[in-house]
């Protein structure tokens, strides 16, 4: 089954940046639309951004439009640019190949073990 490495989480002030990866060893992404979720303490997962497999076409969820920018590092590798970063971003990123459904961007494959992501001050 496919599973994918989230990395690239860390402590950071409110405005700053950090870049995360998402890297599936000795296997091509390039076919799949992978997207990035996170999961916020007592909530549920919530999808963020998606690239797509065909044409590398990106969506971003209205919270992250404009700071995060969804890219391809290769045929294995998958990163989350996320700038202007706020407290509200706090959370736990994971990343999975998806598809999508009515309801939206779906995972398909099983949760890894995530990145956090702390914004404080």
């Known amino acids: 089954q496919l599973q994918l490495v989230e990395s690239g989480g860390g402590f950071v002030q409110p405005g700053g940046s950090l870049r995360l990866s998402c890297a599936a060893s000795?296997?091509?992404?390039?076919?799949?639309?992978i997207g990035w979720f996170r999961q916020a303490l007592g909530k549920e997962h919530q999808w963020i951004s998606t690239?797509?497999?065909?044409?590398?076409?990106t969506y971003y969820a209205d919270s992250v439009k404009g700071r995060f920018t969804i890219s391809r590092g290769g045929k294995d590798t998958v990163y989350l640019q996320m700038n202007s970063l706020q407290t509200e971003d706090t959370a736990v990123y994971y990343c999975?190949?998806?598809?999508?459904?009515?309801?939206?961007?779906?995972?398909?494959?099983?949760w890894g073990q995530g990145t956090q992501v702390t914004v404080s001050s």
């Open positions: 690239i797509t497999g065909s044409d590398g076409s």
């Open positions: 999975a190949p998806v598809v999508l459904e009515a309801t939206g961007w779906k995972p398909f494959a099983s």
């Open positions: 000795g296997f091509n992404l390039g076919p799949y639309a």
